[in-house]
């Protein structure tokens, strides 16, 4: 079993443009890897998505690595410096679409397994998806599922997400907000603007509905997140006459939240709301859609967590913050099965153009994923 480079690996994943929903033979570059390496590999495909599921070893602790070979679209191509596709080495740094976010880590996590020697007890697993940038119903989600059924267990979770702020290992993700999007369609009777006892506008309500839950405070924040946020993202009437009261007005929001609630708890609220407004709306009605994208959640301190900080220390020399901020990420699925922290890549050239990663922090991640996997089965198994 000879050793894996984590450059040439990431390189090889980023000459694949696996663009949300295409996989374009990014996971058989992962599947042909890890087989290498002695690991039984499932392909769970659902819908269109190819979704990989991998593991070496019958005992546990089970230590699982969660990442995506999707990626976002390049953006106007002529921007870049090289081909987003090319997996270009240019002064030590390697750039193309998916180098941060996260082929990078990916390459890493293989390279680190295939450096370290195999741990006597336990076993490792790869979960890896196709569908994270999209609308992720067909990726990890269904995959979670599936292992539930399959009574598969897995002890711990490392998501590859580039969780580092300024340099690698400076930071890691123990938790995420949640994320609601809800609209409210607000239906009334079109009538003259001269006239207005003969219609009823909905714009009215809509704008003091949307108002009043702008105003309402929902938290003071929660050990280790940020206050919960509601953010007005549209209001939509597509009214182009100036003497017509609409018969229709909508309007949407988003609510990122933290663990002081649950998207049942915010849609009831959400709920109230929406039918005291509409008690108070002669002659019209008022609607409302809510579409959950992920609840909050977080993995306490302990033992898992300390063992990530000591191997950035190890590492990297650095004693990484905890954090929770940022948007949603597969996360939100994987822990239903266990404790899941996200550790990765600088984060700050994903999904912009030239993203790019230093060559040298693709070996340094392979160290601290090597390290990690050290420590983890010395303590665990
Ligand atoms: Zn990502």
């Known amino acids: 079993m000879s050793a894996i480079d984590p450059v040439e690996l990431a390189q090889a994943l980023i000459r694949r443009p696996s663009v949300t929903p295409r ?11 890890l087989e290498r390496l002695g690991f039984d590999c499932r392909r769970m495909r659902f819908g269109e998505i190819e979704n990989l599921y991998a593991r070496r070893g ?23 410096s090289s ?25 890493a996590f293989i390279a680190a397994v295939s450096q370290a020697p195999v741990p006597p007890k336990g076993s490792l697993s790869f979960l890896i998806t196709g569908d994270e940038e999209g609308v992720a119903t067909d990726g990890t989600c269904k995959v979670v599922e599936a292992l539930e059924a399959q009574g598969e267990k897995i002890d711990h979770c490392i998501v590859g997400e580039p969780s580092s702020s300024e340099a690698l290992g400076d930071m890691v993700k123990i938790g995420r907000r949640g994320s609601l999007n809800a609209t409210f369609t607000v239906e009334g ?74 998207s049942a708890s915010l849609t009831a609220w959400l709920e109230a709301e929406r039918l ?24 306490e301190p302990g033992p ?35 404790p899941v922290v996200e550790l990765g890549l600088v984060g700050k050239s994903m999904h912009a153009v030239d993203e790019h990663v230093p060559a040298r922090d693709l070996q340094d991640l392979t160290r601290l994923y090597g390290d990690l996997i050290g420590r983890y089965f010395a303590r665990f198994a």
């Open 23 to 33: 996989d374009e033979g990014a996971m058989g570059v992962v599947q042909e890897a």
């Open 304 to 338: 898992f967590v300390e063992l990530i900080q000591q191997a950035c220390g190890a590492a990297v020399g650095r004693d990484p913050e905890l954090s929770t901020s940022g948007g949603t990420s597969d996360a939100r699925f994987i822990r239903r099965l266990c």
């Open 58 to 80: 019958s005992s546990g602790p089970n230590l699982c690595f969660a990442g995506h070979t999707d990626v976002v679209p390049v953006g106007d191509e002529r921007a870049w």
């Open 189 to 262: 009777r079109q009538g003259h603007v001269a006239y207005p006892q003969r219609a009823a506008n909905p714009i009215r309500p809509l704008i003091e509905l949307l108002a009043r839950l702008q105003a309402h405070r929902l938290d003071d924040g929660y050990p280790g997140f940020q206050p919960s946020n509601l953010e007005i993202t549209t209001v939509d009437v597509g009214n182009a006459a100036t003497n017509v009261i609409p018969a229709r007005a909508s309007g949407r929001l988003n609510i990122r939240f933290n663990p002081a609630h649950t």
């Open 83 to 107: 081909g987003p596709f090319a997996g270009e080495i240019r002064d030590g740094t390697l750039y193309g679409r998916g180098a941060a976010d996260m082929k990078g880590a990916i390459a």
């Open 276 to 299: 005291a407004f509409e008690a108070g709306f002669a002659g019209g009605r008022i609607g409302l859609d809510v579409q959950v994208s992920g609840e909050a959640f977080l993995t």
